[in-house]
Nanobody, 123 residues
Framework: QVQLVQSGGGSVQAGGSMKLSCIAS????????MGWFRQGPGKEREGVAAMYADGTPRYPNSVKGRFTFSKDVANYTLFLQMNSLQPDDTAMYYCAASDRYCGSYDASDYDVWGQGTQVTVSS
């Protein structure tokens, strides 16, 4: 069974940086496509990074140029590097895996979710 275990998160001041990690089971890396999502207070879950089957990441305009999605294949680990963080980036962040869709921002396309990690950005 695919499992995703997240680490990282915490509090940072506006303008700061933070890196999230997500360790996936080996099976997930070969057969699933991955993404990162966030859900702020009173908001819907939104995709902040997704990866195409060829490993190319994509980002919505809200985080483009500030967030970087990468993976360490040897260690089955995903990373989300977040720079120039702003209070609007405050949310619970999740990594997710889909066995059907690659590069999607639609949360309903993902089957497996990490436990979530809180990111709080203060002004």
């Amino acid at each position: 069974q695919v499992q995703l275990v997240q680490s990282g998160g915490g509090s940072v001041q506006a303008g700061g940086s933070m890196k999230l990690s997500c360790i996936a089971s080996a099976y997930a890396f070969s057969d699933y496509c991955m993404g990162w999502f966030r859900q702020g207070p009173g908001k819907e879950r939104e995709g902040v990074a997704a990866m195409y089957a060829d490993g190319t990441p994509r980002y919505p305009n809200s985080v483009k140029g500030r967030f970087t999605f990468s993976k360490d294949v040897a260690n089955y680990t995903l990373f989300l590097q977040m720079n120039s963080l702003q209070p609007d980036d405050t949310a619970m962040y999740y990594c997710a895996a889909s066995d059907r869709y690659c590069g999607s921002y639609d949360a309903s396309d993902y089957d497996v979710w990490g436990q979530g990690t809180q990111v709080t950005v203060s002004s």
